[in-house]
């Protein structure tokens, strides 16, 4: 199963973003420099958290681990990001099979990742 990834959006474009559940992937210059790849499933959806990464990121402050960790190696430069998502489109909402279906495309991306480049994105930590 191919997992489609959207284009990349430019980080100042990250308003555009779906409101929607899904898998996102955080870039940084070039789509293959992948910094941080991403879940949610909250109500709330890709855009919000993307907000809350964009926080994390550029003060430090708690909310988003990944985006802590983005500030401490980046010191919360977000210049160059880009986002691509994959959003689970034919996938039945309820919970019981969305969630698991989001958690796999998220363990699957990450492992394409390491595959590909010998380890996690820098600021993943799992």
């Known amino acids: 199963m191919e997992l489609a990834l959207s284009h ?4 100042t474009d990250r308003a555009s973003l779906p409101d929607r559940a899904g898998v996102y992937l955080i870039a ?5 420099n992948t910094v941080y790849i991403g879940r949610t499933w909250g109500a709330k959806g890709i855009r919000h958290r993307i907000r809350t990464f964009h926080r994390s990121a550029t003060t430090g402050q708690k909310g988003h681990a990944g985006g802590v960790t983005f500030h401490g190696v980046f010191d919360g ?8 998502v994959h959003l689970p489109d034919g ?3 309820k919970p019981e099979i969305l969630h698991p279906y989001i958690a796999y495309a998220e363990r699957r991306l990450i492992w394409e990742h390491v595959e590909a480049h010998g380890g996690l994105p820098v600021c993943n930590s799992e």
């Open 8 to 11: 990349p959006v430019e980080w």
């Open 28 to 32: 940084r210059g070039e789509p293959g």
């Open 77 to 84: 430069d977000t210049t160059g990001l880009l986002v691509s």
């Open 91 to 93: 996938i039945d909402p």
